[in-house]
T-cell receptor
């Protein structure tokens, strides 16, 4: 069963705008991963969060994990067309299973 | 240099055929994985191998058989292909993480193989 819910499912923003993607789990996460998939290409690892309250940034992308370690957000500041793609959150759950969310499709209009 | 590579990138075949997808990683990792991504973009793990030993074997049909000739390769062989096998298959690798380890290992993914069964 799918344990990670992502929202929104798709997003269209104007270049330069900020945006947030959310990933929610019904269970405590033992590590939350964010990936980006460019259309028709493989997954690119972005960031990993492990501790409650942890926040990491890379260029214009910031990811946070809440204190309960059940929700993570990915925030993009001043979006650019190069940010377009599908963003996936992933997490390790019970019995060493690795789950992914259903993804958020992002389009950035120039 | 490509870290995790898969061949072929696209595969179109008829129902009932047998096909293989190859995966190679040059990261020196000891764990490799196969994932299936369905039309709704859900990624589901199929297998993981650690040092050529099967660690995770999810409920997949017996028609799917992974083969790991060495730590750098994990190939996926599919017998008697069915329409429902159409999907994108991703290979990944990590250092550790295939078993009950903590913290979970970062997985690096290949570009995917789009399989279409007609």
């Amino acid at each position: 069963s799918q344990e990670l819910e992502q929202s929104p499912q798709s997003l269209i923003v104007q270049e330069g705008k900020n945006l947030t993607i959310n990933c929610t789990s019904s269970k405590t996460l033992y590590g939350l991963y964010w990936y980006k998939q460019k259309y028709g290409e493989g997954l690119i690892f972005l960031m990993m969060l492990q501790k409650g309250g942890e926040e990491k940034s890379h260029e214009k992308i910031t990811a946070k994990l809440d204190e309960k370690k059940q929700q993570s957000s990915l925030h993009i500041t001043a979006s650019q067309p190069s940010h377009a793609g599908i963003y996936l959150c992933g997490a390790r759950g019970n019995f060493n299973k690795f789950y992914f969310g259903s993804g958020t499709k992002l389009n950035v209009k120039p | 240099d490509t870290a995790v590579s898969q061949t072929p990138k696209y595969l179109v075949t008829q129902m009932g055929n047998d096909k293989s997808i190859k995966c190679e990683q040059n990261l020196g990792h000891d764990t490799m994985y196969w994932y299936k991504q369905d039309s709704k973009k859900f990624l589901k793990i199929m297998f993981s191998y650690n040092n050529k030993e099967l660690i995770i074997n999810e409920t997949v049909p017996n028609r799917f058989s992974p083969k790991s000739p060495d730590k750098a390769h994990l190939n996926l062989h599919i017998n008697s292909l069915e329409l429902g096998d159409s999907a994108v298959y991703f290979c990944a690798s990590s250092q550790g993480g295939g078993g009950p380890s903590f913290p979970p290992a970062t997985q690096y993914f290949g570009p995917g193989t789009r399989l279409t069964v007609l």
